[in-house]
Nanobody, 121 residues
């Protein structure tokens, strides 16, 4: 069973930085995309950043120029470097993986449990 483990959330002051990490455990044949989503209280979950197998990232307009996503294919992991954080970045951040796990022919979507990021003003 493929599992995602996130780390790196916490409390930071406005203008500060945090780095989120997510590692996938289990046998994987192919990873299509790895990404980060977030959900603030009372709001829908939204895409923050996503990176495909070609390593071309895409970002939400609200984080462009401040966040950087990167993936390590050898470790089946994805990171999110968050700089110049703002109070409106406060949310639970979720790691997402779209992959073909070993023994299965179809793409499956997997989610981490989420990590809290709180930015104080």
């Amino acid at each position: 069973q493929l599992r995602l483990v996130e780390s790196g959330g916490g409390l930071v002051q406005s203008g500060g930085s945090l780095r989120l990490s997510c590692a996938a455990s289990g046998s994987i044949n192919y990873i299509a995309t790895m990404g980060w989503y977030r959900q603030a209280p009372g709001k829908q979950r939204e895409l923050v950043a996503i990176i495909g197998s070609g390593d071309t990232p895409n970002y939400a307009d609200s984080v462009k120029g401040r966040f950087t996503i990167s993936r390590d294919n050898a470790k089946n992991s994805v990171n999110l470097q968050m700089n110049s954080l703002k109070p409106e970045d406060t949310a639970v951040y979720y790691c997402n993986l779209n992959a073909v796990p070993a023994g299965i022919l179809n793409f499956q979507s997997y989610w981490g449990r989420g990590t809290q990021v709180t930015v104080s003003s």
